[in-house]
């Protein structure tokens, strides 16, 4: 079954302190792992895809990297405007009922105080 | 260009009551998938949909159907409402199913009293 695994719970951070959030996963065969910002109360909002070990992906504060076991998400200099939960989920190969199935860790929920 | 779209935003129903929820899909989109999201937890797969038949099935008792129309849009139903199902309903699309990042819309939030 696969699992993917959110740390830490929480993370409270002040203004320009960077930092980085993980995710550990267990997959039959990886097809894509996804990094999502969810705001409370909304849908998440999507901000990266990795398909393969080695494979990094930047947008403005933020940089997602991939390796065989875990990807990490890293914040550089964050801004009050971070706070949300990060989710992170992975997409197994095709085949049998999880065909397309992303599943999901329980999210860190990040507050960058100003 | 629009969005997911889902329909209603809001519902209050009381247990052992039947729910229709509704998406719409990104247009172009042709896969539909529904996810629950309890408070405090990560989004868990319910169904998903491509072409209007049912691709795949996530670990929810036979009271979680759905069903995608021509126009690729999805509906959610529930019945027999537990109290245990109050949770936020997501919907996403994606162009197809194979290695395509799901969008999701602002989901349904459904609490059963």
């Known amino acids: 079954e696969d699992q993917v695994t959110q740390s830490p719970e929480a993370l409270r951070l002040q203004e320009g302190e960077s930092s980085s959030l993980n995710c550990s996963y267990t997959?039959?065969?990886?097809?894509?792992l996804f990094w999502y910002r969810q705001d409370p109360g909304k849908g998440p909002e999507f901000l990266f895809t990795?398909?393969?070990a080695g494979e990094e992906k930047e947008k403005e504060r933020l940089k997602a990297t991939l390796t065989k076991k875990e990807s990490f998400l890293h914040i550089t200099a964050p801004k009050p405007e971070d706070s949300a939960t990060y989710l992170c989920?992975?997409?197994?190969?095709?085949?049998?009922?999880?065909?397309?199935?992303?599943?999901f860790g329980q999210g860190t929920i990040l507050t960058v105080h100003p | 260009d629009a969005g997911v779209t889902q329909s209603p935003t809001h519902l209050i129903k009381t247990r052992g009551q039947q729910v229709t929820l509704r998406c719409s899909p990104i247009?172009?989109?042709?896969?539909v998938s529904w996810y629950q999201q309890v408070l405090g937890q990560g989004p868990q797969f319910i169904f998903q949909?491509?072409?209007?038949?049912?691709?795949g099935r996530g670990n929810f008792p036979d009271r979680f159907s759905a069903r995608q129309f021509p126009n690729y849009s999805s509906e959610l139903n529930v019945n027999a409402l537990l109290l245990g199902d109050s949770a936020l309903y997501l919907c996403?699309?994606?162009?197809?199913?194979?290695?395509?990042?799901?969008?999701f819309g602002p989901g349904t939030r459904l609490l059963v009293l």
């Open positions: 996403a699309s994606s162009p197809g199913t194979a290695q395509e990042t799901q969008y």
């Open positions: 997959v039959s065969g990886l097809r894509g």
């Open positions: 990795l398909y393969s």
């Open positions: 989920a992975v997409q197994a190969n095709a085949g049998g009922t999880s065909y397309g199935k992303l599943t």
């Open positions: 247009s172009g989109h042709k896969s």
């Open positions: 949909y491509y072409e209007k038949e049912e691709r």
